[in-house]
Nanobody, 120 residues
Framework: QVRLVESGGGLVQAGGSLRLSCVASGLTFRSYAMAWFRQTPGKEREFVSR????????GYSDSVKGRFTISRDKAENTMYLQMNSLRPEDTAVYYC?????????????WGQGTQVTVSS
């Protein structure tokens, strides 16, 4: 059974930092591209950042570029999101996502989310 479990969310003041973690189990971690999305009430889930299976390629939304850093640890089957210079508009539930395609089928999984609240 595939599980993605996020942690590290919480309440922080504007300008502060948090590090989110996503521990993956039940899948071949190195085969999956991993990503972070976020969602606020009444809005669609929004892409934040993505990292390739090897960890060599990463990308960010314009809203977090230069402030957030995505990484992954193969040995720990864990993905991270270091969030610096946090702003109130970063307040959201953050979700971990993993996807892999074998050319015929897309395998995609989501975590349950972790709340990040940034106070002004």
């Amino acid at each position: 059974q595939v599980r993605l479990v996020e942690s590290g969310g919480g309440l922080v003041q504007a300008g502060g930092s948090l590090r989110l973690s996503c521990v993956a189990s039940g899948l071949t971690f190195r085969s999956y591209a991993m990503a972070w999305f976020r969602q606020t009430p009444g809005k669609e889930r929004e892409f934040v950042s993505r990292i390739s299976g090897s960890g060599g390629i990463s990308g960010y939304s314009d809203s977090v570029k230069g402030r957030f850093t995505i990484s992954r640890d193969k040995a720990e089957n864990t993905m991270y999101l270091q969030m610096n210079s946090l702003r109130p508009e970063d307040t959201a539930v953050y979700y971990c996502n993993g996807d892999y395609s074998d050319g015929q089928r897309l395998y995609e999984y989501w975590g349950q989310g972790t709340q990040v609240t940034v106070s002004s």
